[in-house]
């Protein structure tokens, strides 16, 4: 029995909010081609495009010619990443600006100020004062953007037309490029540049350092690689699931089956609330950490000295 | 999808550091010196409640101390008063017990003069009296000498005393 996708778009819609908005795109692509469902173009949903779906409308972004500098082009144009990043930070800047207008009134947090405090005191504690010590404050306000930063653009994703920044992988590539500079700022500012420099050499006799310097000197690439990745595909793997539960509706073509899915989607939806948290969560913590390691072996030089 | 695309990089480096910029300044650092301070508050409040307390508990001490000290003091003034009073007592009753002895015997030598000075008297007069009636019987029948007589005898049949 063939189907509309257009009745189908409207079901969902009651249904699951962050499913109608696949399902819009998807569905007028079906339209397009006639009735025919591709999936790859489903998934074509994940991919950064210059046009930003609104309700019964889009926008479409400015497009920059590319510019050129050696052998790179560098296309700066206003996709809907850049756009939903700017959303994200927008809606990042309103909402704790606001909460810190609020203390000036009082010392008593109210409403949404105590669920902001609760995150801004358990980045302050549990984050940077047991990775990095004292020493790690002045990098403070650093992490608390991190994290909220990722976690607005992570959550995003999950409201209707809303879409996922960190789930393209040059985005979070930015953020590992920050996190990997603040590692080397906070271990040379702890340490000054020459303990910096010995300690890539790993402590080993002067023959072996051709062995240990590129392995040191790699090692400090990896670990904002790893944060980079790991945002990258934690938060693309939910809405590609969430996409594939939908995309079985339209390969089995059945109303009976597609409550199925629905359901098994909202669930994930569910669970992306918690990994939006998470990752947030692990990306700032994984770069206290690495920080913490540098300002760490700072003091531990201190004390044997 | 793995693409990277180094201008979207570029604008995630840049609105990032943007809004580190911006956020510092009118967020994190307002909110932090907040919670900072509002810590020291429930601190020092806290410090000067357990200070208050135990003031009062020292206080408490001292009261329940002094009323020790005043029922001690009060018991032994008391003890003190007791004894007084039971002094005074005796002294008072002694002396009236030896007034009254007194008393009683001058009063019993007083009688007994009394006493003395009336049986003398009366024997003087019952002596008189004898004559007299003696004389006027011996008028008639007795002389002199007869008359002694009678009046010895008479004297040796009264009492000694």
């Known amino acids: 029995m063939p ?22 795109t998807a569905g007028t692509k079906a339209v397009e081609e006639g009735g025919k469902f591709n999936f790859t173009e489903l998934l074509d949903h994940l991919k950064d495009s210059h046009t930003v779906d609104l309700p019964f409308t889009h926008i479409d972004l400015p497009h920059f010619p590319p510019i050129v500098i050696g052998g790179l082009s560098i296309d700066l ?20 600006i606001s909460a810190a207008r609020r203390y000036k009134k009082s010392l ?14 358990f980045i302050r504690d549990e984050v940077v004062l047991e990775n990095m010590g004292k020493g790690g404050l002045p ?17 995003l994703g999950l409201i209707p037309f809303g879409i996922t920044s960190t789930s393209n992988i040059a985005v979070t590539a930015g953020l590992a490029a ?56 934690n938060m693309t793997g939910g809405h590609m699931v969430v996409l594939s539960l939908i995309g079985l509706i339209f390969i089995f073509q059945s109303y009976i089956l597609s409550p199925v899915p629905v359901v098994f989607a909202a669930g994930i939806s569910l669970v992306e609330i918690l990994v939006a948290f998470l990752q947030a969560y692990i990306f700032t913590i994984l770069t206290a950490l ?15 000295h | 999808m793995l693409d990277l695309n180094p201008g979207l990089t570029i604008w995630t480096i840049v609105s990032f550091i943007v809004l580190v ?70 002294e008072i009753v002694g002396k009236a017990r030896q007034q009254a002895k007194q008393e009683l015997q001058r009063a019993t030598e007083e009688i ?6 009336a049986r003398k008297e009366l024997r003087g007069e019952v002596a008189d009296l004898a004559i007299k009636v003696a004389e006027k019987i011996l008028d008639e029948s007795l002389d002199a000498q007869k008359q002694k007589k009678i009046v010895d005898t008479f004297l040796g049949q009264l009492p000694r005393n």
């Open chain 2, 112 to 117: 007994q003069r009394n006493v003395d000075s």
């Open chain 1, 77 to 96: 144009s206003i996709t809907k990443h850049v756009f939903f990043l700017w959303v994200a930070g927008l809606l990042l800047a309103i909402v704790s």
């Open chain 1, 290 to 304: 690495f920080m913490g390691v540098g300002i760490r072996a700072a003091e531990h030089h201190d004390n044997n």
């Open chain 1, 108 to 121: 008593v947090p109210k409403g949404f100020t105590n669920a902001l405090e609760t995150a801004v005191i």
């Open chain 1, 3 to 24: 189907i509309e996708p257009r009745s189908v778009v409207d079901t969902l819609n009651h249904a699951s909010a962050t499913i109608a908005d696949t399902l819009h």
């Open chain 2, 21 to 90: 910029a911006i956020l510092s300044k009118y967020a994190w650092k307002p909110l932090v010196q907040a919670l900072a301070e509002r810590e020291d508050k429930i601190r020092s409040a806290l410090e000067q409640a357990d200070r208050a307390r135990s003031e009062a508990a020292e206080l408490l001490k001292k009261n329940e101390e002094s009323i020790a000290r005043a029922e001690q003091e009060y018991q032994i003034m008391l003890r003190e008063s007791k004894l007084l009073a039971e002094k005074m007592k005796e």
């Open chain 1, 139 to 155: 990098y403070l306000p650093y992490l608390l953007t991190t994290f909220f930063f990722i976690l607005f653009m992570n959550l």
């Open chain 1, 178 to 233: 920050i996190a990997f500079v603040m590692i080397q700022v906070a271990a040379i500012r702890a340490q000054g540049l020459a303990k910096y420099l010995a300690h890539l050499t790993g402590g080993v006799p002067w023959f072996l350092w051709p062995i240990t310097i590129p392995v040191e000197f790699i090692g400090l690439f990896t670990k904002p690689f790893a944060l980079c990745l790991r945002l990258f595909a």
